[in-house]
């Protein structure tokens, strides 16, 4: 099942999506107990909420909403960082694997939905304005302490993220380079973890301007998502419908020789298996 937060007619609201053109909302009397996807996923009611859409017509097409990133404000979203071999830092010298899982924080105030323009940074930070295309786990059941033995269990579907970064700034400040305005994407929606199957055969493809730049599958991580939600359920609580971006793979605009960054007009297309193309377009 897949479940999208959008905006229409001046409110936000969350429904499902149906053969990826039309969204049907829940029932008021469903709302009045689950008002958001939050609530939902802390309730475990996904299929509650299959339920009661069943049958259903769409309410408004996908074209007549604007889908918002499936993130609460609530949420948090925790990156991993250095996550797939690959030439790192850009100047292109591989590392031995870390010994350690890397994270860091992402702002609501640096993504946009599906579909919505990303903002080119402006001045000299324009100039190294990067992608990162990651495959991105949605908490259902919270928890502290999780153990990784039953870390899966915790997972109630997954997303999408272009984890935008500004290179030159990440250079200075880790967390201002990967934090400007409207920098990145995440969405279209989030796909239940009964309808993909098999977390560990995910696989992701990132394309700029139709060209494959990114392709790999959750096999290939250094780290596994049940150690990545096992280490980051150690020093911060996790709730229902926060977000763990699993890192990106080789091939972001900074590890070609020149680096191959982002400018207005650029279009990018994140896809993984199984849940689906998050789609973006690089504004003026």
Request: proline share 5%; aromatic share 8%.
């Given at each position: 099942m897949k479940?999208?937060?959008?905006?229409?007619?001046?409110?936000?609201?969350?429904?499902?999506?149906?053969?990826?053109?039309?969204?049907?909302?829940p029932t008021a009397d469903f709302r009045s107990r689950h008002p958001d996807i939050r609530s939902v996923l802390a309730a475990d009611a996904t299929q509650a909420l299959a339920r009661d859409v069943a049958g259903r017509p769409a309410g408004f097409t996908l074209d007549a909403v604007m889908l918002l990133p499936p993130l609460a404000p609530e949420n948090k979203l925790v990156c991993v960082g250095i996550n797939y071999r690959k030439k790192y830092p850009l100047e292109g010298v591989p590392p031995p694997d870390p010994d350690h899982i890397i994270v860091f924080a992402k702002h609501h105030d640096a993504m946009v939905g599906h579909g919505e323009p990303l903002e080119l940074p402006l001045g000299l930070a324009a100039?190294?304005?990067d992608y990162e295309g990651e495959i991105t786990l949605v908490i259902g059941k919270g928890g502290r302490h999780i153990a990784r033995e039953t870390a899966l269990a915790h997972v109630a579907g997954c997303t999408i993220l272009n984890d935008g970064s500004v290179r030159g700034w990440q250079k200075q400040s880790l967390h201002a380079g990967k934090n400007f305005a409207r920098s990145g994407g995440c969405g279209p929606w989030i796909v239940t973890a009964d309808e993909f199957g098999d977390l560990g055969q995910l696989?992701?493809?990132?394309?700029?301007?139709?060209?494959?730049?990114?392709?790999?599958?959750?096999?290939?991580?250094?780290?596994?998502?049940?150690?990545l939600i096992a280490y980051i359920s150690h020093f911060t609580p996790l709730h229902p419908?926060?977000?763990?971006?699993?890192?990106?793979?080789?091939?972001?605009?900074?590890?070609?020789?020149?680096?191959?960054?982002?400018?207005?007009?650029?279009?990018?297309?994140?896809?993984?298996s199984g849940v689906g193309t998050l789609r973006n377009r690089v504004g003026a």
């Open positions: 479940i999208a937060r959008f905006m229409v007619q001046g409110r936000t609201g969350y429904g499902v999506v149906i053969d990826e053109t039309g969204i049907v909302e100039e190294s304005f696989s992701l493809t990132t394309r700029v301007n139709g060209e494959l730049r990114q392709q790999t599958d959750v096999g290939q991580m250094i780290f596994q998502p049940d150690e419908g926060d977000l763990i971006a699993t890192g990106t793979p080789e091939g972001a605009g900074g590890s070609f020789s020149p680096p191959r960054f982002l400018k207005a007009g650029d279009h990018i297309e994140i896809s993984v």
